[in-house]
């Protein structure tokens, strides 16, 4: 019940907010997110925010570029039971962590919301929930694209809230 509460009114309301304004980043081509012979472990509701600096690009223009997410993520009864961040890691209650890589993505299911993701696991830390996790999809994205507006000074910071699913396999 959390979940589609949680989902149904925040989502629509970020979603009215960023349509507009927002367009969908450039990056590797579509590809599946499914992970490669997988058992999921558990679902979790993300909400958060998708950071932003502002810097230089080769031309010497300014831009905004991704730097870290911020999330809390939730259970099936509305506990905070892991908090995402840099890295991209996640880490448990219990203390089990896991710092992840992009394998593949594809366009959020969402208009103007930042895209699908499949990620491996590539260093895990302590014994808990997530130690022995392989995979983690980022799936039902909403929001969280870079800020509409133009940035104007260098290492400015800028955050786009945003709401998905995360999926954790072994």
Not at 56 to 64: C, E, I, K, N, S
Not at 120 to 141: K, W
Request: charged share 15%; net charge negative; with cysteine.
């Amino acid at each position: 019940m959390f979940k589609n509460i949680f989902r149904s009114g925040l989502a629509t309301a970020i979603a009215s907010l960023l349509g507009a304004c927002a367009t969908t980043p450039a990056g590797p081509a579509s590809s599946s997110i499914d992970p490669p012979q997988a058992e999921r472990v558990m679902t979790l509701v993300a909400s958060g925010v998708q950071t932003y600096s502002c810097e230089f690009d080769t031309q010497h223009h300014l831009g905004w570029v991704f730097r870290s997410p911020q999330a809390t993520l939730f259970d099936a009864s509305g506990h905070a039971t892991v908090r995402h961040g840099a890295g991209p890691s996640w880490e448990a209650d219990d203390g089990s962590r896991i710092v992840g890589r992009v394998l593949a993505q594809r366009p959020s299911e969402t208009p103007a919301s930042i895209p699908q993701l499949l990620l491996e696991t590539h260093s895990t830390a302590g014994t808990g929930t997530l130690s022995a996790v392989r995979y983690v999809q980022r799936v039902h994205t909403v929001g969280g694209l870079m800020p509409a507006a133009p940035c104007s000074t260098e290492h400015e910071i800028g955050s786009s809230p945003y709401l998905a699913d995360y999926v954790f396999y072994r």
